[in-house]
């Protein structure tokens, strides 16, 4: 089990480092979040509403393994497969993954 202390140590790991860790794989994706100039004028960026209600546009072509320290080449492939159906969130839910990774709670008026 990991504790508390483990997961403060692990900041300071790669994301294939600290799957390696945990015993798991590490695949990754990267998605887009649209910028657009702000329409009151203010040259400054804000979110594009295009972001919103459908899922984000990933980068890859494929989701990668490529830092995956694992030994299970095989078995790893086969969960990158998985991956690439797997859903990419929408923006709300993105703002959501990055608020509980960074500690943050996020309510709605």
């Known amino acids: 089990m990991t504790t508390t ?3 403060t140590d692990e900041q300071h790991m790669t994301g294939g480092e600290r799957a390696a860790a945990r015993g798991a794989h590490y ?3 990267s998605v887009s979040v649209y910028l657009m100039r ?3 004028g ?3 960026w804000v979110i594009d509403p295009a972001n919103f ?7 890859y072509d494929m989701p990668s393994n490529a ?4 030994a ?4 790893c492939a086969e969960i990158r497969h998985r991956m690439h159906f797997a859903p990419t969130p929408d923006g709300e839910e993105l703002m959501h993954m990055l608020a509980d990774a960074l500690g943050y709670t996020v309510t709605k008026p």
């Open 53 to 59: 209600d459908v899922a984000l546009e990933t980068n």
């Open 67 to 70: 830092e995956c320290p694992c």
């Open 27 to 29: 695949i990754e994706e």
């Open 38 to 40: 702000d329409l009151a």
């Open 72 to 75: 299970v080449p095989e078995e």
């Open 42 to 44: 203010t040259n400054t």
């Open 5 to 7: 202390e483990n997961l």
